[in-house]
């Protein structure tokens, strides 16, 4: 859906001098430079949304759709592309086959071009069997004790890969179910190794330019072993196929209280940080909003970030892959991402405001009281007219989910696409 430049012109104007006062205090409190340097990087970060999460999700026990959900990739496009006008953020989205296969990718690259949309990385499935498929995926994929499931589980990484150089991607996520759900049930050393095995093969038929992100899960769908179980199993996973490899790491997929942010942290010293799958959790991958449950913790990972990337002289908004991951059980999607967009665009901002070089200082010195106060004065800080600012000079609109109420987005797409449509994806 295009939306009409005067319309967010006239929505823009309805709350610019609200927004000016409040821009003016951040700039009295931290700095007119300061402030300029933040909006300067936000305007160039993109957030890419998963084609899976833009229709109504559901768990086991059942799923209430929303109407008006895409029917189609091209449907699904046009969301994005939605998006993007609204938030100028998200400007990028992240395919997973089959549930997403670009039939005709020339017209789908067209499409996502005349809503300035990219391609990220795309997303493999050997987690579900297909109706046509030769073999089952029921005792895992690229590690199976059967050859012949390992050969059809590779065959549809490269097919994965063709697809996504077909649209421009530059990278393959691979997310494997595979593991075990009971003691006993397999070796760990053979079922790793068939799978670094099968890894290989995928590997070997990467593009130059392209990526591989290996990610893991502690438990889920398998609920005694997972087989890339963590960051360090993903770690060696990654290591020993090459520099082309890197770990994601989705926030959701640890154990409880895991420190995520010292993760992150080493795997960028390592220089095997590839990306992320952004969401929030409470008790599981949980595939919530991201910041709904623990904003604090997406703060410190991006302080984190933010001194690794600058240490190693890294690009913010080109080097590191940038998705989010999740699922909407009750909400509408799109409200739903955009709330996420911004969340994910408020903890950068955060983060940007910690004095790095005052903190450094501060841990020389062991003074903890100095470190956390320096921390939580930036955390502390609503920065939410940075963001909006970053957005308008990008052209987007001021309040995003204000205008997409107040426009009745979501009751124009059910009347477009009728209430039963279902999305393809969780
Ligand atoms: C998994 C994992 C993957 C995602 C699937 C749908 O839990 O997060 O990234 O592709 O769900
Ligand atoms: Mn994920
Ligand atoms: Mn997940």
Redesign the pocket.
């Known amino acids: 859906m295009y939306l009409n430049q005067s319309d967010i012109n006239k929505h823009n104007l309805q709350y610019i001098d609200q927004h000016t006062v409040g821009l003016g205090m951040l700039n009295w409190k931290w700095g007119a430079k300061k402030c300029e340097e933040v909006i300067e990087l936000l305007q160039n970060f993109q957030v890419a949304i998963p084609s899976w999460a833009l229709g109504a999700g559901g768990t086991r026990f059942g799923r209430f759709g929303i109407g008006g959900e895409p029917a189609s990739l091209e449907d699904k496009i046009s969301d994005v592309g939605l998006l993007h006008q609204l938030n100028k953020a998200s400007g990028v989205i992240s395919l997973h086959i089959p549930w997403d296969i670009p039939d005709d990718p020339d017209a789908i690259k067209k499409l996502a071009a005349s809503y300035q949309i990219k391609f990220d990385a795309v997303n493999s499935n050997t987690f579900q069997d297909q109706k046509d498929q030769a073999y089952s995926y029921r005792f895992g994929s690229l590690q199976h004790t059967d050859k012949r499931v390992r050969q059809q589980a590779i065959q549809h990484n490269k097919d994965v890969i063709q697809y996504g150089e077909a649209l421009g991607s530059q990278s393959l996520t691979v997310?494997l179910a595979d593991g075990s759900s009971f003691p006993g049930q397999l070796n760990f050393r053979t079922a790793f190794q068939n799978t670094l095995e099968s890894m290989h093969e995928i590997y070997a038929i990467l593009p130059a330019k392209w990526k591989m992100f290996v990610?893991y899960?502690a438990f889920e769908p398998n609920f005694y072993s997972m087989t890339v179980g963590d960051w360090g199993q993903s770690l060696l996973y990654a290591q020993k196929l090459g520099n082309n490899a890197y770990t994601?790491v989705?926030l959701?997929?640890h154990l409880p209280n895991a420190n995520i942010e010292q993760i992150v942290s080493l795997l960028l010293m390592e220089g095997k940080l590839g990306g992320f799958?952004f969401n929030d959790s409470k008790y599981g991958d949980d595939d919530l909003t991201v910041g709904c449950i623990n904003p604090y913790q997406l703060f410190l990972i991006f302080t984190q970030l933010i001194e690794g990337l600058n240490a190693k002289r890294m690009n913010h908004a080109k080097d590191l892959g940038w998705m989010i991951?999740a699922s909407h059980n009750i909400k509408d999607p799109l409200e739903d991402l955009l709330q996420s967009v911004e969340a994910i665009m408020i903890a950068y901002a955060q983060a940007l405001l910690v004095d790095q070089d005052e903190l450094k200082k501060a841990q020389l010195n062991n003074d903890v009281v100095t470190c956390q106060e320096i921390l939580q004065n930036a955390y502390r800080t609503d920065v939410r007219h940075l963001v909006a600012e970053a957005r308008v000079k990008n052209g987007g609109v001021l309040l995003p989910l204000q205008f997409y109420r107040s426009h009745s987005i979501r009751q124009k797409l059910t009347e477009r696409r009728g209430y039963f449509t279902k999305a393809t994806g969780l």
Do not use: Q, S
Request: aromatic content about 12%; hydrophobic content about 20%.
């Open positions: 997310w990610e899960k994601l989705d959701g997929h799958h991951d």
